[in-house]
Nanobody, 120 residues
Framework: QVHLAESGGGLVQPGGSLNLSCVASKSIRNFNPMGWYRQAPGKQRELVATIRTVGRTNYADSVQGRFTISRDSEQNAVHLQMHSLKVEDPAVYYC??????????????WGQGTQVTVSS
């Protein structure tokens, strides 16, 4: 079983920044992709950003240019830098990882989430 532990959530004013981190309990070498999703109250969980092992990234239109996803194989971690936070960004942010074995889907893992609140 793989555990994903998120951290870095909190309260920030509009226009502010937060850095989220997700540390995996094992090597992320075979996690492809890793990503961040978010779920606001009363809404479906939605993709925020993903990153593949080769570094290719994908962002939701709503965060493009404000958020940056990165992965660190030495730390077994994926990070999400969030800038210019808006009042529509608050949600529980979840770390996600797709495990690949010999090129084939093996399993999907989720963290327990970290709350991001944007308020003045």
């Amino acid at each position: 079983q793989v555990h994903l532990a998120e951290s870095g959530g909190g309260l920030v004013q509009p226009g502010g920044s937060l850095n989220l981190s997700c540390v995996a309990s094992k090597s992320i070498r075979n996690f492809n992709p890793m990503g961040w999703y978010r779920q606001a109250p009363g809404k479906q969980r939605e993709l925020v950003a993903t990153i593949r092992t080769v570094g290719r990234t994908n962002y939701a239109d709503s965060v493009q240019g404000r958020f940056t996803i990165s992965r660190d194989s030495e730390q077994n971690a994926v990070h999400l830098q969030m800038h210019s936070l808006k009042v529509e960004d608050p949600a529980v942010y979840y770390c996600n990882a797709i495990s690949i074995n010999y090129g084939e889907y093996e399993a999907e893992y989720w963290g327990q989430g970290t709350q991001v609140t944007v308020s003045s």
